[in-house]
Nanobody, 121 residues
C-alpha cells in the first residue's frame, strides 16, 4: 500500500506565505513525477506545479514567480512554497505522485487527501 499525506494548510492573510508538504510512504520502489493540484470552490481541479525526479519543474501561469515546488528524494517528500498569496489561491490543495509500487511492480498515480488553504483579503 502507498499513502500520500499532506500537511501545512490553514488560514493566512493576503500577501503572506505558506509551505505545504506531502510525504509518500509504503511500498515504494521509485517515484517519478510529483505534483500539486488545487480545486477552488465551484471550479475544476487545476494543475499548480509539477517536478520530476531530476528536478525539472513546471508551473501554472497563475502561480509563476510566487510558488516554488521542490522535493527531497531521500524523504519521498514534495513541498510547495507559496509566497505573496492572494484570495484567488484559496482552494483545497492535493499532491500526487507517479509511483512504482515495489510489491506489484506497477506504476500508477497516487493522490493525497487534500489540505485546505484559505487566503483572506
Amino acid at each position: 500500500q502507498v499513502q500520500l499525506v499532506e500537511s501545512g494548510g490553514g488560514l493566512v492573510q493576503a500577501g503572506e506565505s505558506m509551505r505545504l508538504s506531502c510525504a509518500a510512504s509504503g511500498n515504494i520502489f521509485s517515484i517519478n513525477v510529483m505534483g500539486w493540484y488545487r480545486r477552488a470552490p465551484g471550479k475544476q481541479r487545476e494543475l499548480v506545479a509539477t517536478i520530476t525526479s531530476g528536478g525539472r519543474t513546471n508551473y501554472a501561469d497563475s502561480v509563476k514567480g510566487r510558488f516554488t515546488i521542490s522535493r527531497d528524494n531521500a524523504k519521498n517528500t514534495v513541498y510547495l512554497q507559496m509566497n505573496s498569496l492572494e484570495p484567488e489561491d484559496t482552494a483545497v490543495y492535493y499532491c500526487n505522485a507517479e509511483i512504482l509500487n515495489r510489491v506489484t511492480m506497477r506504476t500508477r498515480l497516487y493522490w493525497g487527501q487534500g489540505t485546505q488553504v484559505t487566503v483572506s483579503s
